[in-house]
T-cell receptor, first 114, second 115 residues
Framework: NAGVMQNPRHLVRRRGQEARLRCSPM?????VYWYRQLPEEGLKFMVY????????ESGMPKERFSAEFPKEGPSILRIQQVVRGDSAAYFC????????????FGSGTRLTVV | SQQGEEDPQALSIQEGENATMNCSYK?????LQWYRQNSGRGLVHLIL?????REKHSGRLRVTLDTSKKSSSLLITASRAADTASYFC???????????????FGKGTLLTVNP
């Protein structure tokens, strides 16, 4: 069991470009959560998805951010027209069910916007 | 203070000593969890304690929960240099609409264990 896989580990984008972050949950996990960690901060919830459904996106910025978890393939967090303030570590976690029994987190994608 | 706020912000100890970190929160919870994050890495789940539990052990870790004070502590006994990391507590939303999947993290305690 490879755990939660995120790629890329590091991503550099120029302002205005698009960033795509991928997350493959643990085998058997159908629930995916995205969190963002700004420098010197704790993680902040962004979005919760199940296969083909967004369950809760209350932590997502209203513009430029979107997430999906298709029937096949990894979950994708997409940031359009990135700005410097988007620079952060983005973590994905998965669980077998929708309640919290200790997430398994991936190693994160560190996005740097230059 | 924020939900899930750790104290102290930084702690430096010698190998073999015990390390205690505290977490305070504001709202009712179902569970409280502790995570470890090594520099530049992802989070590793350490231990989960439910709101009806008062103490839990896992190896060298001991977690206590006081729901009347809305606080928790993480004790690492006989610390090792490899324990050097940031430690975060995370709480769920309690019974607010059943959204207990949404964790709220504090800013963490940076623990340095000197060899």
């Amino acid at each position: 069991n490879a755990g939660v896989m995120q790629n890329p580990r590091h991503l550099v984008r120029r302002r205005g470009q698009e960033a795509r972050l991928r997350c493959s949950p643990m085998k058997g996990h159908s629930h995916v959560y995205w969190y963002r960690q700004l420098p010197e901060e704790g993680l902040k919830f962004m979005v919760y998805l199940q296969k083909e459904n967004i369950i809760d996106e209350s932590g997502m910025p209203k513009e430029r951010f979107s997430a999906e978890f298709p029937k096949e393939g990894p979950s994708i967090l997409r940031i359009q027209q990135v700005v410097r303030g988007d620079s952060a570590a983005y973590f994905c976690a998965s669980s077998p069910g929708g309640t919290v029994y200790g997430y398994t987190f991936g190693s994160g994608t560190r996005l740097t916007v230059v | 203070s924020q939900q899930g706020e750790e104290d102290p912000q930084a702690l430096s100890i010698q190998e073999g000593e015990n390390a205690t970190m505290n977490c305070s929160y504001k709202t009712s919870i179902n569970n409280l969890q502790w995570y470890r994050q090594n520099s530049g890495r992802g989070l590793v789940h350490l231990i989960l304690i439910r709101s009806n539990e008062r103490e839990k052990h896992s190896g060298r870790l001991r977690v206590t929960l006081d729901t009347s004070k809305k606080s928790s502590s993480l004790l690492i006994t006989a610390s090792r240099a490899a324990d050097t990391a940031s430690y975060f507590c995370a709480t769920d939303a309690g019974n607010s609409g059943g959204s207990n999947y949404k964790l709220t993290f504090g800013k963490g305690t940076l623990l340095t264990v000197n060899p």
